[in-house]
């Protein structure tokens, strides 16, 4: 049984930090890519940044030199850390996994239940 479970959202006054992990079991880890999505309030969701399985990244404009993504293969665990956040950063942020040619893609296969980041003074 796949499973994705996320952790260490909670709330945090502009400037601050915090990381994100999500722990996978279930499924080949190491070969899959993994990514952090979110999604504020009445938006849709974005892909934040990702990690192939040769640990090469991408992030989105809006996290460039602020979020960091890694993998620990060994733990099967894949963090997000955030530095220097901003109240539109607030949201619901998704752990997701899935193959190569799902990397770039808005849709993954497989998806945590989710944690909440909110950054409010």
């Known amino acids: 049984q796949v499973q994705l479970a996320e952790s260490g959202g909670g709330s945090v006054m502009p400037g601050g930090s915090l990381r994100l992990s999500c722990v996978a079991s279930?499924?080949?880890?190491?070969?899959?890519?993994l990514a952090w999505f979110r999604q504020p309030p009445g938006k849709e969701r974005e892909r934040v940044a990702l990690?192939?399985?040769?640990?090469?990244?991408t992030y989105a404009d809006s996290v460039k030199g602020r979020f960091t993504i890694a993998r620990d293969n060994a733990k099967t665990t894949v963090f997000l850390y955030m530095n220097s956040l901003k109240p539109e950063d607030t949201a619901m942020y998704y752990c997701?996994?899935?193959?190569?040619?799902?990397?770039?893609?808005?849709?993954?296969?497989?998806w945590g239940q989710g944690t909440q980041v909110t950054v409010s003074s």
């Open positions: 279930g499924f080949t880890y190491d070969k899959y890519c």
């Open positions: 990690i192939d399985s040769a640990g090469g990244l």
């Open positions: 997701a996994a899935g193959p190569k040619d799902e990397c770039l893609s808005p849709e993954y296969r497989y």
